[in-house]
């Protein structure tokens, strides 16, 4: 069994940045898919960003060019830069593991 940690989220100004990182109680190497969601009170969790286990990664149209997720496979960690950041970035950022599970959340809160 997988464990996540969600770390790093805050308040920022528009147009700043944040790293997130999702750190793993156990090897994250042969898990074929991470992800990072986000969600809004209301509104359906939304898929940002998914990495393979080889590195390939997609993003949702809204945050193209602005966040970057990357994976560590030694430190058992995923990570999410999240630059140029805007007021409707904002949300509780879950980190996912295909099929394990999630983490807890991390608030990020965009101030314009």
């Known amino acids: 069994q997988v464990q996540l940690v969600e770390s790093g989220g805050g308040l920022v100004q528009a147009g700043g940045s944040l790293r997130l990182s999702c750190a793993a109680s156990?090897?994250?190497?042969?898990?074929?898919?991470m992800n990072w969601y986000r969600q809004v009170p209301g509104k359906q969790r939304e898929l940002v960003a998914s990495?393979?286990?080889?590195?390939?990664?997609n993003y949702a149209d809204s945050v193209k060019g602005r966040f970057t997720m990357s994976r560590d496979n030694v430190k058992n960690t995923v990570y999410l830069q999240m630059n140029s950041l805007k007021a409707e970035d904002t949300a509780m950022y879950y980190c996912?593991?295909?099929?394990?599970?999630w983490g807890q959340g991390t608030q990020v809160t965009v101030s314009s």
């Open positions: 996912h593991a295909f099929p394990y599970g």
């Open positions: 156990g090897s994250i190497f042969s898990i074929a898919l």
């Open positions: 990495i393979t286990s080889g590195g390939s990664t």
